[in-house]
């Protein structure tokens, strides 16, 4: 007896559905699908009106779609494509989770009208989801228009999630719309991309008008100036590389890149955290996917860096974030031929220059920060006219220059630890003492700390004496407490109280 094994079919497309969670993954299937639709024009358009409410539609010029594509767009892992980008049919699982889709689209001829009602509601209520079909011969060019109404992905489109630079660097980032083929193919297929958002999102600038490449700032490899490193760039043409794998066949990885300052990477249009776009990216479909930077070793810095190595041999997870056969042959055999050619990026003359001529400007910028900073500190003590402490380092020094011009009695560090209560142990003339150093007296009694093992304080000045005396009128952590300030000196304790010292430095150091 042999059975088959059953697919949950509701299961699987709340599961395919669920992995797209960025609401803006919803443009990078419009983009692709476009894209394969051979369109040279799409616009896509986000409105939400005054309820919160969004729709999103898109429109390209495409060859447009016959019922067999439509089965496509609408079923799961039933795509009529081959190898391109969204062959497992995947990708437009995105659109389920809405309130509604609707597609129109006219391809040799036949224009079909479709729409699915609540198909995340469906899902979500164990129910497969249904789509009508309505057809009409039309003397029409070509076209798809598909409409997505209440998009929920993520956090939707929320206006503080969603602004035009944000999408257009994501588009360059992350999608088609970034596309390096360009680099490497004289037939280009290019394609002009349009977003509009509703002014309820985004009113702060025109809508977004761009195209499918990614390109990289102009290079600057030898400029002139003596702070210019971070605006070197180097071009790294395009490159196909042959990688065989231990089965003999051949595969191609097509790489480009560029080596550049931190002036140069600012006119990329980064998605995300800024140092986290840099460094060495395998991509497919020539869009990056995941990056590699072992590629260029423990002792190169990965941000200097930004290539693309693009290999059609490579498997993609459902959402494509991330490369599914890292552990097979194919990966091994493209990264190993990656480390060739990226170590020999590191070992050339112009890079090795760059790197020294970083390491050289940031030691130029530090002595002369630091002559400024001298400046300033010596400017600071001439006004003051003398020392005035800012840290119980200082305050350290002062005791020390008190304790060298004739005080009554002399006093020396034996022990300091900065972040400890009672942070310093002092050397006298009877002993040692466990000591409190502050700037102000004031600042100690600030944070509750108690006095039991303080002998007795250092500070330069005694500091805020009106939040002394309120302390003094409410007692100290369940204690009386009395300052002396003509004595100098604290009495602390209602039975036995005790007395400890103050040394107060400033006006006692010439």
């Not at 220059?353 to 390491?359: A, G, Q, T, V």
């Not at 119980?392 to 209560?421: C, K, T, W």
Request: glycine letters at 6%.
């Amino acid at each position: 007896m042999h059975k088959t094994p059953q697919v949950n079919e509701v299961n699987e497309f709340i599961e395919i559905a669920s992995d797209f969670e960025d609401p803006l993954e919803v443009i990078r299937e419009a983009l692709s699908n476009s894209y394969d639709a051979n369109a040279t024009q799409v616009d896509i358009k986000i409105e939400q009106d005054n309820e919160g409410r969004n729709t999103l539609v898109i429109k390209d010029d495409g060859h447009g779609m016959d019922e067999d594509d439509l089965s496509s767009f609408f079923d799961l892992g039933n795509s009529n494509k081959d190898d391109a980008i969204g062959y497992k049919g995947h990708g437009t699982k995105i659109y389920y989770k809405s309130d509604k889709i609707r597609v129109e689209t006219v391809k040799d001829g036949t224009r079909i009208e479709s729409i699915m009602d609540q198909p995340w509601a469906k899902l979500n209520n164990r129910e497969l989801p249904r789509y009508s079909i309505d057809t009409a011969d039309v003397d029409e060019p070509s076209r798809t228009r598909i409409e997505v109404h209440g998009f929920r992905a993520g956090q939707g489109f929320d206006p503080q999630q969603l602004t035009y630079n944000k999408i257009e660097h994501y588009i360059k980032w992350k999608t088609i719309g970034g596309s390096t083929a360009w680099y490497f193919n004289d037939d280009f297929h290019e394609m002009d991309i349009n977003v509009e958002l509703s002014p309820m999102i985004d009113d702060t600038r025109d809508p977004i008008e761009t195209d499918n490449r990614l390109k990289f700032p102009a290079e600057n490899q030898d400029p002139e100036g003596e702070f210019v490193a971070e605006e070197m760039c180097k071009h790294y043409p395009p490159r196909e590389l042959n990688v065989t794998i231990d089965d003999g066949r051949e595969l191609t990885m097509e790489v480009v890149g560029m080596v550049g300052g931190k002036e140069a990477r600012n006119k990329l249009p980064t998605y995300g955290k800024h140092s986290a776009q840099f460094g060495i990216w395998l991509a497919k479909d020539h869009i990056k996917v995941e990056r590699y930077n072992d590629a260029i070793g423990a002792d190169n810095e990965f941000f200097h860096f930004f290539f693309i190595a693009n290999c059609q041999d490579l498997e993609l997870s459902a959402n494509r974030e991330k490369i599914r056969n890292k552990s097979g042959n194919i990966y091994q055999a493209i990264t190993d031929e990656l480390d060739r050619y990226m170590t020999k990026v590191c070992q050339e003359s112009w890079y090795r220059n760059y790197i020294e001529r970083r390491k050289l400007e940031d030691k130029k910028r530090s002595i002369r920060s630091q002559e400024s900073s001298l400046q300033e500190r010596l400017e600071r003590t001439q006004e003051q006219e003398g020392l005035s402490p800012s840290n119980p380092a200082e305050v350290i020094a002062a005791l020390e220059r008190y304790s060298a011009n004739g005080a009554p009695e002399s006093i020396h560090i034996a022990d300091f630890q900065m972040d400890d209560e009672v942070n310093a142990i002092l050397a006298t003339d009877d002993g040692f003492d466990n000591a409190s150093l502050q700037v102000k007296l004031s600042d100690f009694f600030e944070d509750e700390t108690p006095l039991t093992n303080i002998d007795r304080f250092v500070c330069w000045k005694l500091g805020d004496l009106d939040a002394l005396k309120r302390i003094e009128r409410s007692s100290y952590m369940g204690e009386s407490i009395r300052f002396d300030f003509q004595k100098n000196q604290i009495q602390y304790g209602d039975e036995n109280p005790k007395t400890i010292p103050v040394v107060e430095l400033d006006n006692k150091i010439t």
